[in-house]
């Protein structure tokens, strides 16, 4: 018998631990419009948020300039005739031009044209058809910063790039804290308790068949540089973790690279106490000479190059749970 898959990331607790903020309203707006594998409970919980309450975050949308979701929440009952008012002032204090563009059109086609208008019909169990797709999402349409629900249980992932018919994602949330590795001695990515959990355990059971007909393998050597094509002395690794040049690549600010964490990653006790936000280990290793050079990414954003322990055993078990954070490639094609 299976043992049951652990519940890294529930949409329900996760949902409503997040404030009404831009990340909330986004993150409704991408599971409505890729709803893979979602349940009816969730998907009313996206719906009625989207119609009651997430009008409160629009200053934040509007702010960060968010024209792409702006696009949908006429869709979702976001933007009604009753307050669109309220926000194009607010754009035009603001000056931001693409979106109180926007906002206008919204406006008048919400007055004069509302039948023409692209609106989402409202889900309502045993009455509406559920009509849940079993196939992946288009990823050609997908862009730098938009959300992807990935895995047997979904979990957003966050697109990074794409580039030569591959996207690369990483996982939006610290899902848990681990060890980044088992006994005390210098070792390199490859062979880091980790990197054989993500590519067999967590790769294994957490993704459905169809998802990892989709990942592309990635070959990394002893100093943890990544390649897309087999070489002599490298490893392949369908998950693993961002290198520091990776990392300040595509998170070019410290707000952009703090991650928060979810329920279930909060629950160990460590050294360091994660509430919102959570160190998350990277893939470079620094020179240290005890053997204990892991980097990582601080809960505040910054990148720290040394001092990261990584042996987990019964003498220093507080030292070493930071938080688990993949990444992979995805075939486009």
Known sequence: MSKPLIDY?????????????????????????NPYNISDEDRLMYQDYLGKDAAKAVPELI??????????LVKYRTIKKGNVAKM?????????????SYLLNAGNDLRFHPKELDIAPKFTPGKSDNNIPQQLPDYDSLRPGDIVWLGVKPMPWVVLEKKDGKALVISKYVFDCQAYHSIFYKVNWNDTS?????????????????????????????????FMEEKEGTVKNRLFFLSIEETAKYFKTQQERTARITAFGKRKIMWATFDVYAHWWLRSMTQDVLGKGATFVRLDGAIQTSGGYILSNSYDEFYDHFGVRPAMYINLD
């Open 194 to 226: 980790i990197c054989k959990w993500l590519n067999t355990e967590y790769a294994d059971r957490y993704f459905t068949d169809l998802e990892k007909e989709k990942i592309h393998p990635v070959y990394i050597d002893k100093d943890a540089t990544l």
């Open 9 to 33: 990331y529930n949409e329900k607790i996760e949902f409503n631990r997040l404030p009404d903020c831009a990340e909330k309203v986004q993150l409704a707006v991408s599971r409505l419009e």
């Open 63 to 72: 702010d960060k300039n968010a024209l792409r979701t702006f696009t949908l």
């Open 88 to 100: 194009v002032e607010y754009a035009q204090t603001a000056r931001k031009m693409d979106v109180l």
